[in-house]
């Protein structure tokens, strides 16, 4: 087996570690959040003539058959140095004028106001209470996910370490066929006879490229001296014409070739 199939092998087992890590800070997130709106549940009751949704930091009050907000209640948190802390519920109402005309019905404004009565009321007698518990979940979970996370940096320490290491292989490997005799050749696809461009300079990009040969590296391995035959001319006509360039980064090289890595051969 190859050193970079090794590689290969090893960046897989590490992925998996990390993504069984992800995995349960996910299923940790998600029961954070069911008991957080199992709290506002049992503090914030239900109102007849209206939809309460609840979620897991808010809890939202609509008219029936509509998604119109009439009211929303927020909790909201706070970073205090390295912890979270839930510290305060606000209201958030929709505006709404009440003047009207003789002889309309102002039912509606009546019930408006009795619906926030009745959570401005729900709110001043279970505040601290809602806050409390939601603090004491979210030290639960808090030190539980701070573990995982723990857990998982080594794992994406030793994952970037290996990473660069298939990226130098992968480098070496490509400048091995650049600098070979054949170069490297763009293959086009059954019934198309597109070829890509390649910018060779910030201010320079040459079209329809049909293969690139590395002639010389610079010492610091940062640019290189290429080869690059570019199709010119239409129908019968066509032909190749080779186009030396000189001191090209090499990141250039390496983005032509990750861009069109399907097609060169």
Do not use: C
Not at 17 to 29: A, C, F, G, Q, V
Request: hydrophobic share 35%; aromatic share 10%.
């Amino acid at each position: 087996m190859k050193k970079i199939e090794v590689l290969d092998l090893k960046r897989e087992k590490i992925y998996d570690k990390i993504n069984e890590i992800e995995t349960r800070l996910d299923n940790i997130s998600a029961r954070r959040k069911r008991e957080q709106k199992s709290i506002l549940e049992k503090y914030i009751d239900t109102y007849d003539g209206f939809v309460v949704r609840y979620f897991s930091d808010k809890v939202s009050v609509t008219v029936k058959d509509g998604n119109y907000s009439l009211l929303d209640m927020y909790v909201y948190d706070e970073w205090k140095s390295d912890s979270r802390t839930y510290n305060r519920i606000d209201f958030s109402t929709a505006s709404f004028r009440t003047e009207y005309q003789t002889g309309e019905n102002m039912k509606w404004a009546a019930e408006r106001f009795q619906l926030l009565a009745f959570y401005s009321k729900a709110l001043a007698d279970h505040m601290d209470d809602i806050l409390a518990e939601f603090n004491n979940v979210n030290d639960k979970y808090s030190k539980l996910t701070e573990a995982l996370y723990e857990s998982k940096r080594p794992l994406n320490k030793e994952v970037r370490e290996v990473n660069e290491m298939i990226s130098v292989i992968e480098d070496e490997n490509m400048l091995s066929k650049l600098m070979s005799e054949d170069g490297l050749t763009v293959e086009m696809k059954e019934k198309d006879s597109y070829l890509p461009s390649f910018q060779v300079k910030f201010d320079w990009e040459l079209h329809s490229v049909k293969s690139i040969r590395g002639m010389k590296k610079s010492a610091s391995g940062k640019s290189i001296d290429l080869q690059v035959s570019v199709r010119r001319g239409y129908g019968d006509e066509k032909r190749l014409e080779v186009i030396d360039v000189d001191r090209v980064r090499f990141d250039n090289v390496r983005s032509f070739i990750s861009r069109n890595q399907n097609q060169i051969v």
